[in-house]
């Protein structure tokens, strides 16, 4: 019994997280000076996940968005974090959840590749590479 407990601790304390499917990624190439806003779809085949924190080396500051309506004015909040079920898709597009990337460090042009490291609750990571595109 012992050995068997000690197999299964050994196991699963090397057991790295599956990493996320990411399809459909873009950044529109915003306004000179403007924020960007980067867009994914996040398919989750592993274990649940939570997405608690974004981060950008192209950025001063980088943050997990949804676009809300509030008394009739379009704004955005801050989300907290992302549960990202066993086998759920989430997608991050125009007028709902988003990547905002504020503070620029130099301007963004049509080709471009923004890294965003995703950060887990657990503390894994997964960097992505998205694409700037075209308005
Ligand atoms: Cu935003």
């Not at 989430?90 to 995703?118: C, N, T, Y």
Request: net charge negative; with cysteine.
């Amino acid at each position: 019994m012992r050995v068997w407990l000690l197999a299964l601790l050994f196991c699963c304390s090397v057991v790295v997280a599956e990493p996320l499917i990411i399809r459909d990624a873009y950044v529109p190439l915003p306004p000179p000076g403007a924020p960007a806003a980067a867009y994914f779809t996040l398919i989750n085949e592993g274990e649940t996940r939570r997405l608690v924190d974004v981060d950008s080396p192209q950025a001063g500051m980088t943050m997990l968005h949804e676009s809300i309506v509030k008394d009739g004015a379009a704004r955005m909040q801050h989300v907290d974090y992302l549960e990202l079920k066993k086998g759920e898709v989430v997608a991050l597009k125009p007028g709902g959840l988003h990547v905002m990337l504020m503070r620029l460090k130099s301007p963004l042009k049509v080709g471009d590749q923004v890294q965003i490291e995703l950060q887990f609750a657990d503390e894994s990571t997964q960097m992505i590479q998205v694409p700037v595109i075209a308005r």
